[in-house]
T-cell receptor, first 117, second 113 residues
Framework: KAGVTQTPRYLIKTRGQQVTLSCSPI?????VSWYQQTPGQGLQFLFE???????NKGNFPGRFSGRQFSNSRSEMNVSTLELGDSALYLC????????????????FGPGTRLTVT | DAKTTQPNSMESNEEEPVHLPCNHS???????IHWYRQLPSQGPEYVIH???SNVNNRMASLAIAEDRKSSTLILHRATLRDAAVYYC??????????????FGKGTKLSVIP
């Protein structure tokens, strides 16, 4: 089956603009997570969505937001872009836990490379 | 947050086994141990995960210490394609079924032909 897809793959924006990134999870996966990867901070968790609800959020400012649609596709938005937002943004999808003791692998997309100038 | 400790880098000769160690002394009873790897210019790729017992799959084996404070990812025959950054992560259940993987800096594995 098809993997996680992310669009666009590359993006160049100017400081102060806003950007929307899109993620299509693997069919049947209802959990979608977003991560930011930079050389300095590594991979950092942004937020996780399940059934159109944000269930978990990392330590990022309110300029970073997201949403999930009924078909599990997800978007993340960054408003008022700053130079430090330049990063690789990764989306990951997973099966939903059926109880608190089960853990499933996450499948990552190729990422969107955002450059802010 | 539950944390893991890994060596910054390791080297292996091609076609030899590789043992990648990870310490997680603050692991909780319900935390799963996950390993992911990231090849250059790609998103992370799932390798293996386990809770208490050793696990095998087509990619690797995971050996978990009896006290669960450490684990070892074993690649049975390293190939050039295995050169990547390997992350050991604890999947700490935070309630309500949500996921939040906390990535450390990982171990950069170099494979020598």
């Amino acid at each position: 089956k098809a993997g996680v897809t992310q669009t666009p793959r590359y993006l160049i924006k100017t400081r102060g603009q806003q950007v929307t990134l899109s993620c299509s999870p693997i069919s049947g996966h209802r959990s979608v997570s977003w991560y930011q990867q930079t050389p300095g901070q590594g991979l950092q968790f942004l937020f996780e969505y399940f059934s159109e609800t944000q269930r978990n959020k990392g330590n990022f400012p309110g300029r970073f937001s997201g949403r999930q649609f009924s078909n599990s596709r997800s978007e993340m938005n960054v408003s008022t872009l700053e130079l430090g937002d330049s990063a690789l943004y990764l989306c990951a999808s997973s099966l939903a836990r059926s109880n608190g003791l089960l853990s499933y692998e996450q499948y990552f997309g190729p990422g969107t490379r955002l450059t802010v100038t | 947050d539950a944390k893991t400790t890994q060596p910054n880098s390791m080297e292996s000769n091609e076609e030899e086994p590789v043992h990648l160690p990870c310490n997680h002394s603050t692991i909780s009873g319900t935390d799963y141990i996950h390993w992911y790897r990231q090849l250059p210019s790609q998103g992370p790729e799932y390798v293996i995960h386990g809770l208490t017992s050793n696990v095998n799959n087509r990619m690797a084996s995971l050996a978990i210490a009896e006290d669960r404070k450490s684990s070892t990812l074993i690649l049975h025959r390293a190939t050039l394609r295995d050169a990547a950054v390997y992350y050991c992560i604890l999947d700490a259940y935070s309630g309500a079924g949500s996921y939040q993987l906390t990535f450390g800096k990982g171990t950069k594995l170099s494979v020598i032909p």
